[in-house]
């Protein structure tokens, strides 16, 4: 067993125990108790998960590529991507580990952007993505269509630093937070779901926190 499969089994023993991640930082109650999920507790830090690697991705050399079932692929250079209509939009975010973020501000392209421009083909049904540390994950379409979901580069008026996946990550809100890859770096469209990372691992491929929907 490498040690990456130790943290594999050390995370998905925090999401069974239902505990989250330095249980100093908790709050003993929400403010709001109805925005939190079933089984989530509010944080007031933003706890930091990944495979143990975090890729270093020079600006210059970042590079996002969009592709599989569509009219238009294409290739973003960070110039090319920081010129794409600005987006911002507020949200919480929700980590199967059981914590919880309120308020979070998030900044870049908007996902409905990214659609209008590649024109998924309707075979499209699924969308892939695969990040600069090899993690992937997978979503509906649909569930990508939506007014909330973006490729991210600045959180709460900062760019978003190393650690949470910067330069770019996905933002799906109202899926739990594996569903959201740091570091993207390939977004395929497809007829076909192929599940991800932790959706092989005994995640559940949908992840709606407010089913408490975890596990599949
Ligand atoms: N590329 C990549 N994206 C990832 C992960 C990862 O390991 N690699 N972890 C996922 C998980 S399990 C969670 S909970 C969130 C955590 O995001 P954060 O570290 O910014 O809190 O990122 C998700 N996206
Ligand atoms: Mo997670």
Redesign the pocket.
Known sequence: MDSNDRLIQKKQAWAREKRGLGGREVEDEAPEPDRLPPGQHLVNN??????GYKPEIPLEEWRLTVGGFVAQPLTWTWQEFLAQPPFRSVSDFH???TWSTFDNEWEGVSFKHLIGLVKPLSLAKFVLFK???D?T?NLPLEACDDDDVLLCHSWNGKPLTK???GPV?MIVPKR???K?????KEITFSDRDEKGF?EVRGYSNSAFPWKNDRYS
């Open positions: 933003w706890p930091v998960l990944d495979l980590c199967v580990t990040s600069y540390d993690y994950t650690e949470h996946g990550r739990y937070a594996w959201g890859a740091k570091w993207v932790w």
